[in-house]
């Protein structure tokens, strides 16, 4: 994979969808891309695919919205994604820009809004959280190789992560009563 170095190591780039509520990852792949570009419309399908409808929000980091991606996603959900610093101080990049597609003019004008900023700081504490949560759990050093492994033990991680979810949400659902769950 390409590093933003500039220099090509043996890596993968690990991709969770996850609900800002509760925090369980509903969706997971893998790539061997450098930059999250081109990944979001992939998630958002594999996620409508798996439970027959597309969340009404996507709440994503700074290096999924590609105009493409964008203008893809729109009739599917609406995105809450930053907008790039711009290289002239003086232009506001919430503005749309001349060849803007709609689907990008909305996305310029809805991310300047206070709205739009207030859900974003959400991801710190869900999407985010998450993956720290990987990385403590060991999730850093693959010993496997290949992206169909990789994604299997992605997907087990998912599962387990998923799983402690259920014991911080649903202890009852566990047998372990009504009282609030130790793994909180």
């Not at 792949?29 to 992939?42: F, I, K």
């Not at 994503?60 to 609406?78: F, R, S």
């Amino acid at each position: 994979m390409k590093m933003g170095d500039g220099g090509f190591r043996p890596a993968y780039n690990a991709q969770y969808a996850t609900d800002t509520e509760t925090q369980v990852i509903v969706g997971v792949e893998v790539s061997t891309a450098g930059s999250d570009m081109g990944q979001l419309v992939p998630m958002i399908d594999q996620v409508n695919e798996r439970y027959s409808k597309n969340p009404q929000q996507w709440l994503v980091d700074g290096g999924y919205p590609a105009h493409n991606q964008l203008d893809q996603a729109e009739t599917k959900t609406c995105v809450y994604a930053p907008i790039p610093k711009s290289r002239d101080d003086a232009s506001d990049p919430c503005q749309p820009k001349p060849g803007d597609s709609q689907a990008v003019r909305d996305w310029r004008q809805r991310m300047g809004t206070d709205e739009a900023r207030k859900v974003y700081k959400e991801r710190a504490a869900t999407a985010e959280c998450v993956n720290a949560l990987a990385r403590e759990r060991g999730l850093t050093r693959l010993r496997v190789r290949g992206r169909t492994k990789v994604r299997g033990v992605l997907l087990l991680h998912a599962l387990a992560h998923n799983l402690m979810r259920t014991f911080a949400l649903a202890p009852e659902l566990l047998g372990f009563g009504t009282q609030h769950s130790p793994f909180r």
